[in-house]
């Protein structure tokens, strides 16, 4: 299937293929097949969802690391119990996808048996989209908490340098019938990813997402990466993103403080830390009453009345269900130049092309 798009034609890979070829340049790079199933899931995941940012197209720049040996390809990585409900994760300069998925595991183990569940990983990197930790606890039938660090990019309010993360909070609750709770949202008016994204496809940014260098607007994706992203809602987003750092890289003992490398800085180890937190919902009710009042949470939100101009009131995460549901039959779509990037990997280890076509 082919579309066209601001003068660019769209092809569209299924997300079995996207899958199979993410593995196979990982492997090529040395990832042991568990860890480069575990990556190829959480990013086909995304790109599954619609979060088009923090999914495959990342793999060239994730490559670019481990050739650098700034990322370690297959580290061991274990589990350390601190106590019944307390795990801590040295992620080695691994995979974050690997640690956080670890993490998350192990969260959910301790949750079963005692209804809770927490993990602090340290020495980690860049784990993509947040919501696939937490729809790893949905599916276990867990509410979640997921938190990580991440390079400065946003200042703190009233400043201008960068400081703070774009780092994403991110919680959920299994639903009912009509789904789960899956909050995702980094702390910025948009994530960076969008920029990087606008940038790749020579695309403009909206005026409010960053300013320049000098501290101006602008809808230039490539001046916006020289300058700041700004905070959502002022002071409060940049006290999100504190948030952030206080629970994933001060309570881990990983970077903090503005000290995380970015991943797509390939000078040095990232040093990301997380933060994952399981909690059983039958603690206080049945499961099915927890379920059921689950629902009639989404059925008051998603049946409030609207403004002017909207058609449908969303639960979090709805949109990207719905994305989830749709790019299931038609793949997921990309430009020409995003297609020659990723098979430009798979040459460097003689993987196999993406194939287009659903
Ligand atoms: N690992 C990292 O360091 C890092 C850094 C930044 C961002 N990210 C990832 O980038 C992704 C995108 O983040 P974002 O802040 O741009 O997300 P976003 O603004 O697209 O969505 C944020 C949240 O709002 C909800 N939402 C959006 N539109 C809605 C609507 N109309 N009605 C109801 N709910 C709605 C979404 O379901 C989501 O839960 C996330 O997956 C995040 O984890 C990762």
Redesign the pocket.
């Known amino acids: 299937m082919e579309l066209q798009r601001n003068h660019q034609t769209t092809y569209f890979v299924s997300l079995e293929n996207a899958h199979k070829f993410v593995e196979g340049v990982l492997i090529g790079n040395k990832v042991c097949p568990e860890h480069a199933a575990i990556v190829a899931r959480c990013l086909v995941q ?1 790109d599954a969802r619609g ?1 088009d ?2 999914g495959c197209n990342r793999v060239p720049s994730y490559m670019r690391r481990i050739r650098q040996g700034v990322l370690q390809p297959s580290p061991h990585i274990q589990v350390k119990a601190i106590s019944p409900v307390v795990h801590q994760v040295d992620g080695k300069n691994g995979f ?1 996808f690997v640690s956080a998925t670890l993490a998350m595991d192990a969260c959910i183990k301790s949750a079963l048996d005692y209804g809770i569940g927490m993990a602090s990983v340290k020495h980690s990197n ?6 696939s930790f937490v729809m790893q606890a949905n599916a276990a039938g867990m509410m979640s908490l997921v938190f ?1 660090n ?1 390079s400065p990019a946003l200042p703190a309010w009233g400043a201008k340098d960068r400081l703070l ?4 909070i ?1 919680c959920g609750a299994p639903g009912g019938a009509d789904g789960d709770f ?5 702390p ?1 008016i ?5 920029i990087y994204k606008a940038l790749r496809r020579e695309e403009k940014i909206p005026k409010d997402w960053a300013l320049d260098a000098h501290g101006n607007p602008t809808d230039d994706p490539a001046a916006a990466l020289e300058g700041v992203m700004l905070p959502m809602g002022g002071p409060k987003g940049s006290a999100l993103a504190i948030m952030m750092d206080v629970f994933s890289g001060v309570l881990s003992g990983s970077a903090f403080a503005g000290e995380v490398t970015g991943p797509y800085d390939p000078s040095k180890a990232s040093d990301v830390g997380h933060f994952l937190l399981a909690i059983k919902p039958d603690l206080f009710m049945s499961s099915k009453e927890f379920r059921a009042r689950m629902d009639y949470l989404y059925q008051r939100v998603t049946s409030s009345s609207k403004m002017a101009g909207v058609d449908r ?8 269900q719905i994305q989830a549901q749709l790019r299931k039959s038609t793949g997921i779509p990309w430009v020409q130049a995003e297609i020659d990037a990723l098979n430009a990997e798979a040459d460097l280890v003689d993987a196999p092309h993406l194939v287009i076509g659903v």
């Open positions: 995304a979060v940012t923090h974050g860049h784990f993509g989209m947040s919501a990580t991440s993360g774009v780092s994403p991110a899956v909050l995702d949202m980094a910025s948009a994530a960076r990813g969008k009131v969303y639960f979090p995460g709805e949109l990207e």
